[in-house]
């Protein structure tokens, strides 16, 4: 199996707050968008991030669903410098996010904060020097080689 993502499926509790918060709050364009079902967004080349009904989820894919503890993923949002960091990380406030870890230094030498969307999910935006990604779309992670 080549390793890809092409969708991230986040099941939301409610389409309409979900949607207020990426498209409406964070300017984020759908892609395709289903009136009360699924909203689908494009977040890079080849990639879409969905917001469906967590309900809809777990009839297609079985048990999923919300607990007192947060899910437990991290989705990245890589950044071009550090003060970018903390940018970003009041943008999603602004829309409605919870701020869970303002910006700061990191062990592995860069910069990184989280929040939480109006689900719970947690994205960790961060930047790292090391990580790139080239106009062909692949990700080169480690020193640059100028």
Request: overall charge negative; hydrophobic content about 45%; aromatic content about 8%.
């Amino acid at each position: 199996m080549e390793p890809k993502v092409t969708v991230l499926t986040l099941g939301v509790r409610s389409l309409e707050i979900s949607r207020r918060f990426y498209v409406e709050g964070l300017g984020w364009k759908p892609l395709v968008e289903v009136e009360g079902e699924v909203i689908f967004i494009q977040v890079a080349g080849g990639q879409v991030l969905a917001l469906w009904s967590v309900d809809e989820l777990a009839r297609e894919a079985g048990s999923v669903g919300h607990s007192a503890k947060a899910p437990p993923i991290a989705i990245g949002h890589n950044v071009d410098s550090a003060g970018e960091v903390a940018a970003v990380l009041k943008e999603a406030v602004a829309a409605g996010a919870t701020l869970i870890r303002k910006a700061g230094a990191t062990d592995w030498g860069g910069t990184n904060g989280y929040f939480a969307d109006p689900d719970g999910f947690r994205w960790e935006v961060a930047h790292n020097s090391g990580f790139r990604v080239t106009a062909d779309g692949r990700v080169h992670m480690g020193p640059t080689t100028d």
